[in-house]
């Protein structure tokens, strides 16, 4: 790998965001490579911050992600858990043992008055990762769930854990976003960016946290490079997680089609899956430039074959829609 390597800015949320970015750091150099992070999942329990698509991308860079589950560490233990139990029903949210370290770090520095883009490169560089992992924000932004059923507003772990995303919603809004200012380390990532992805992540409560900071559109206006993203529903169904359900709920399409409206004032190029090759003129319609290939992130080398292709996609920018 040499120094020629693209300067790439990714959009992520959590799990797909990371599977993304494990495969592109097989083809191109981590250093150049900047994820910027959603944090509107972030919330304090048991007075811990916790970062959990922060922690995703960390874990999994660092090859330490458990595989099933997709979030916390591998061989983990949950003594700390079955101990809280004991004071009643405080522990419908499970953190490891190993993973509570994480958290007391980061609720420590950030006591110490730590930026969380500072506690977060500390805890990546203990990691050894070498992708530059940047919150969008410092500020706190919550994501709130209005539940279609009981019209109550709930945080998003309540409705993604609490619930199993069981319950139907009618209403998300990202609590503080308008104060929200976007770090000076990721406005110059996505500025000197030459290709922007938008990693495969859900659209309604991973890329909107991100986009919808005050300042994101015009960095990305000013990076002048290509933007490519990478379709979360395949199939018009979401890959993991309630996406596809969300998008319904709340009047979009959840199909590839749905996702280039929806990102249609921000992206180039949307990377498609092979069973959505009919939504290619759909997709050119809505002003997007379709790229159709295998998306499904199933071991690190397919990883990488979509990284690749997304690369390739990026030069599609200047090219026609046919
Ligand atoms: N997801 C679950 O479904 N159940 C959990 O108990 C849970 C705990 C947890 C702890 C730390 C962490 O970093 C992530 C955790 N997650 C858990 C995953 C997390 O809720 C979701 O992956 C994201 O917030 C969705 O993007």
């Known amino acids: 790998m040499t120094n020629t390597s693209p300067n790439i800015a990714v959009i992520c949320g959590g799990v797909g965001a990371a599977r993304f970015l494990r495969g592109l750091v097989r083809v191109a150099e981590p250093a150049n490579i900047s994820a910027i992070i959603n944090v509107a999942d972030d919330m304090v ?28 560490l591998r061989d983990e233990t949950w003594r700390a858990m079955e101990a809280l139990g004991r004071y009643g029903d405080r522990n419908w949210f499970s953190l490891g043992d190993q993973d509570i ?57 309540e409705y993604f854990v609490g619930t199993q995303h069981s319950v139907p919603i009618s209403r998300v809004r990202f609590d503080g976003i308008d104060a929200a200012r976007l770090t000076p380390e990721a406005t110059a990532a996505i500025e000197a960016a030459d290709v922007v992805v938008i990693a495969p992540s859900n659209p309604v409560v991973s890329i909107a946290p991100v986009l919808d900071v005050p300042g994101v559109r015009d960095a990305l206006a000013a990076s002048g490079g290509p933007c490519v993203a990478i379709s979360p529903i395949v199939g018009g169904e979401a890959l993991k997680g309630p996406a596809a359900n969300m998008l319904h709920e709340l009047g979009l399409d959840a199909s590839a089609t749905g996702v280039a409206q929806l990102w249609s004032d921000v992206i180039d190029v949307l990377v498609i899956d092979d069973v959505d090759a009919a939504h290619s003129l759909a997709v050119a319609r809505a002003g997007v430039t379709p790229y159709v290939t295998d998306t499904i992130m199933a071991s690190p080398v397919r990883s990488s074959a979509l990284a690749r292709s997304v690369l390739s996609a990026s030069l599609l920018k200047q090219g026609s829609t046919t």
Do not use: C, K, M
């Open 101 to 157: 370290a994480t958290h007391l770090q980061r609720t420590a520095r950030l006591a110490e008055g730590a930026t969380l883009t500072e506690v977060t490169a500390e805890i990546a560089a203990a990691w050894d990762v070498d992708v530059r992992l940047l919150p969008v924000t410092n500020d706190p932004v919550s994501t709130r769930v209005t539940r279609a059923d009981t019209d109550e507003e709930i945080s998003f772990q």
């Open 45 to 72: 329990l048991h007075g811990l911050a916790i970062s959990p698509d922060i922690d995703t991308i960390t874990y999994t860079l660092a090859d330490a992600i458990d595989p099933e589950r997709g979030w916390g």
